[in-house]
């Protein structure tokens, strides 16, 4: 695994499985909505990532969805990763709320 970039699918997984107990992988789009629903961007060069359950999870994706909803999809993988971490640890924190 290279511990600079995760460019490749398998070692995202691994790493976000040895966090949370569960497999997430990566999804690319060319649109984004940041901060509210009117906040269009859209990027023809480079995919703005999000982590999505390649299974059903413990409820994480589904809390995450609803506490950010215009807040998911990232310019680099590797700040996909951190909000999501951290995010993850606060919901684990909290006590694993539903949503």
Same mark, same amino acid.
């Given at each position: 695994? /290279?511990? $600079?970039?995760? @460019?490749?699918?398998?070692?995202?997984?691994? =790493?976000?499985?040895?966090?949370? *107990?569960?497999?997430?992988?990566?999804?690319?789009?060319?649109?984004?909505?940041?901060? /509210?629903? $009117?906040?269009? @961007?859209?990027?023809?060069?480079?995919?703005? =990532?999000?982590?999505?359950?390649? *299974?059903?999870?413990?409820?994480?994706?589904?809390?995450?969805?609803?506490?950010?909803?215009?807040?998911?999809?990232?310019?680099?993988?590797?700040?996909?990763?951190? =909000?999501?971490?951290?995010?993850?640890?606060?919901?684990?924190?909290?006590?694993?709320?539903?949503?």
């Amino acid at each position: 695994m /290279n511990y $600079e970039n995760f @460019e490749k699918p398998e070692d995202v997984s691994k =790493y976000l499985h040895f966090i949370t *107990n569960n497999y997430y992988s990566f999804a690319a789009g060319a649109v984004r909505k940041w901060g /509210n629903v $009117e906040k269009v @961007e859209r990027s023809d060069e480079l995919p703005f =990532y999000q982590l999505m359950p390649d *299974n059903l999870d413990d409820g994480f994706f589904n809390w995450y969805c609803v506490e950010r909803p215009y807040n998911q999809f990232f310019k680099t993988k590797e700040m996909c990763i951190i =909000y999501f971490v951290k995010y993850w640890l606060e919901w684990n924190r909290m006590g694993k709320p539903t949503t």
